[in-house]
Structure formats: C-alpha cells, structure tokens
Nanobody, 116 residues
Framework: QVQLVESGGGLVQPGGSLRLSCAAS????????MGWFRQAPGKQRELVAR???????VYQDSVKGRFTISRDNAGNTVYLQMNSLKPEDTAVYYC??????????WGRGTQVTVSS
C-alpha cells in the first residue's frame, strides 16, 4: 500500500519560512519523480516544484529563488523549503509521486497559511 504523508504546514507571517516534508512508503522511492503541488480556494491544483530520480529540480516561476525542493532517498522523504513566503502562497500543499508505467500517488495535503 502506497502512502505519502505530508507534514510541516502551518500559519506563518509574510516573509517567514516553513519546511514541508513528505514521507513515502510502499514505493521504490529512489525511482520516482517527486513533486509538490498546491491548491488555493477556488483555484486549480498547480505544480510548485518537482525533483526527478536524478535530482533535477523544476520550479514554478512564482517560487523560483524562494523555494527549494530536495530529496533523501535513504529516508524516503522529499522536502520543500519555503522562504520569503507571501500571502499568495497560501494553499493546501500536496505531495505527489510519478513514474513512467505507474499511476500517480497523492498525499492528503497540509495547509500553509501566510498571513499577518
């Protein structure tokens, strides 16, 4: 059974930082591209960042220079370090895993709220 469990969300003031974690089980983690998506109220789910099995990262333009995605293959965990947070970063953040020939898996999400 595949499980992706996010943690690390919360309430933070503008300009602050949060680090999200996603612990994966039930997959050969090192073979999967891992991603972070987010969905704000009334908006579609969007890609924030992803990192391939070869550790090549891709970022949405709005988070470049502020967010960093990384992975720990030994610990089956992917991280999203979020700095200089803005109110428009407020959303539910979801962890995702993908690999050619397999279905996508999703976590249940963690709420990030940026507000003063």
């Amino acid at each position: 059974q595949v499980q992706l469990v996010e943690s690390g969300g919360g309430l933070v003031q503008p300009g602050g930082s949060l680090r999200l974690s996603c612990a994966a089980s039930g997959i050969i983690f090192r073979l999967y591209t891992m991603g972070w998506f987010r969905q704000a109220p009334g908006k579609q789910r969007e890609l924030v960042a992803r990192i391939t099995s070869g550790r090549s990262p891709v970022y949405q333009d709005s988070v470049k220079g502020r967010f960093t995605i990384s992975r720990d293959n030994a610990g089956n965990t992917v991280y999203l370090q979020m700095n200089s947070l803005k109110p428009e970063d407020t959303a539910v953040y979801y962890c995702n895993s993908w690999r050619v020939g397999d279905i996508e898996y999703w976590g249940r999400g963690t709420q990030v709220t940026v507000s003063s």
